[in-house]
């Protein structure tokens, strides 16, 4: 059995759950601490969620970079992504001018290098993965 993994939509769905996370999940779960559980505003749960989108990102945009495209631009832009979400932790009064270009640009990112490795010239068919 070959399993592959596609890292671009793993990292377009840990983004859209990040999205979710921040969205709803202050709606849905405010009775949460009346149970003693404490994940809204958790600093360590939030850091945890950012540095796990971060290694993934990072390994799809790395991979779509040095197997198939090699064009920085979704690494930039991922990176600027990320540094969204690191602000909005550090400057939490700002968090929601910091989410959503955050979330966009995550998402932008994976979807940009997507599309690149999906038209790139073959000429090194041998390193390709698909």
Known sequence: MNLKINWDAFGISASIACAIHCALLPLVFTS??????DIIENIAFEYGMIILALIVGIYALYHGYKKHHHNILPIALFIFGIGCLFAKQAWHEWQYYFLVPALL?????????????RVHDHAHKEDCDH
């Open 32 to 37: 949460l601490p009346l149970f003693g559980v």
């Open 105 to 117: 640009l995550v998402v932008l990112a994976h979807y940009i290098n997507y599309r690149f490795c």
